[in-house]
């Protein structure tokens, strides 16, 4: 009798649906135009360094990409001292990053499983020198650095570097090791390990992969300082601290092609370390 | 077996004792000498180089600091960006991190993107902005195709253009710190609070206030000391956007170092900084803990 596509519906209130829906298409938006404002300046720095000299000087500059050109960017790799300084920042990188896993991977661990007289004071102690400005230590080190005949040397940027990045390290690699649970260090340990063996078969093979992620975030700090490498150093500096002493006579596409050569390795930082970024910064920090 | 173990029961007796020290004093003992050398001793000694000439004390450095035509202004512009720039990026990166626990679609490229800047260095920050911000960069290229008159961004005698150009390229470098924390700080927090409140009708503005800023609190409070004394080191940036026409605090150490050979009023000018740095810590750690009192 009845034709079901007549049957008639009760009014159905379709305002809360479709408020829910333009709120999705509004927080795409934001999500869009935040990701636009962070990747723009990217675009255009790498537009900038990938251009010639002659379309630098025109005016309007082009926004798109129509010449490219590896002429700026050649120049910049050429010019004195810029490949050495990459030498010595990656030098600097490794130093730093070997010199803190030394002194701060066992602190760290020492942190995570014992309970010991001073720990408190220890960790305030950790707090303390993150408060430290690296001016005020580069201009007393330079001095000591003179007197020990290590001023201007790669060592010199490395010990900075590794004090500077000791602290993070010890309480980024405490809170690794403290996701390692100690139950299956315990084991090793009644099966015959001895504590220095449970250590490097069963516990660092757990930690490592936050151990790397901690590395990589030393190097990156290394590889990022420039005021302390450019105050330690005269002939013997860092990528930054060479961009930075030559900026003031440099013509600009030197200047972009410099900061170009700076980004686009913290991207791939980066990259390495997303899967830790939250990890690494949340528990750790304090 | 036995005579063995009576022969080495007096040796045993003698080696244990300075076995007693603990494992975790190995452990810890090289990092707390090696900081002490490379962190204690620079501090004490920045502060005698600050105070101290051939005859003794003195605050001779303290006066040339004082004096220097760059000095007070370097001092107001730090504290001025500080001021602004850390509230601007905190209410950002919170924005930033409710966006993404929004879960809007490829969040993970999204929260990617906007970690970028993290390994970004300030000089490199400086130069990224400084080709846009350039008389004859890309943001008056821009202006220029839709018929609008540029202007010079970073001209001397525009201060507030000059202020206004070196926070967008810190806020842009440096939010994604703060954002970081705070999403991690968002993970740890349950959603059930959120929704408790919703059930019991908060609106999004009540929920924010009462709910998920309290609970956010410890993050907050590591990224305020972090951010604020990553702040006062600000220097490469405004030195590549900008040259000398905008000093702060650490760009005159660094120029009374390199350029005006001055170790001594660096030192002077560095202290400035170390005791901005203690103060804000101790600030910002006492308001934790009157807040914990209070819960």
Known sequence: ?286 | MAVESVLSAPALAVSVRPRRIPPAVWLIGPSIVFMAFLLGWPVVQGVLQAFRNEEGFTLEFVARMADDPYFWPAVRNTFLLIAVMIPLQFAFAIAMALLLRANPRFHKAHFFIWAIPLALSDLAAGLVWLAIFNDRGYLNSALSLVGLEGASWLAYDNQTALFVCVLIAEVWRSTSLVLVIVVSGLQGIPRDYDEAAQVFGAGFWQRLRHVTLPLLKPSLQVALILRTILAFQTFAVAQALTGQNFPLVVGETYRWYTGLQNPNVAAALALIILGASLVTSIFYLRALREKGQGN
């Open chain 1, 1 to 286: 009798m009845m034709n079901p596509t007549s049957r008639v519906h009760p009014p159905v209130d379709t305002r809360p649906l479709a408020m829910r829906r333009r709120g999705r298409a509004y927080l795409q938006v934001a999500v869009l135009g935040i990701s636009l404002f962070m990747l723009l300046p990217i675009y255009l720095i790498s537009l900038a360094a990938l251009s010639t000299r002659e379309s630098l000087n025109r005016f309007p500059l082009s926004l798109l990409p129509t010449d490219v050109s590896f002429e700026t960017l050649a120049a910049f790799l050429g010019s004195t001292g810029i490949v050495g300084a990459f030498g010595n920042s990656i030098i600097v990188g490794v130093g730093t990053l070997a010199l803190s896993a030394l002194f701060g991977i066992p602190a760290g661990y020492a942190l995570a499983r014992f309970a010991f007289a001073g720990k408190e004071p220890y960790q305030l102690f950790l707090l303390f020198t993150r408060a430290l400005p690296i001016v005020v230590l580069s201009v007393p080190l330079a001095h000591l650095f003179l007197v020990a005949g290590i001023y201007d040397t790669t060592t010199g940027v490395i010990l900075l570097h590794a004090a500077l990045a000791l602290p993070t390290t010890i309480l980024i690699s405490a809170s690794v090791f403290l996701s390692v649970p100690r139950d299956v260090e315990e084991a090793a340990r009644i099966f015959g390990c001895s504590p220095a063996g449970a250590f490097l078969k069963v516990v660092m093979p757990m930690a490592l992969p936050g151990l790397a992620a901690a590395s990589i975030f030393t190097f990156v700090m290394s590889w990022n300082e420039v005021l302390g490498a450019s105050i330690l150093t005269l002939d013997h500096r860092t990528l930054p601290a060479q961009v930075l002493t030559s900026l003031s006579d440099s013509p600009l596409a030197y200047r972009f092609a410099g900061g170009f050569a700076l980004v686009v390795p913290s991207i791939i930082f980066i990259a390495f370390m997303r899967r830790f970024l939250t990890n690494m910064w949340g528990s750790t920090i304090r």
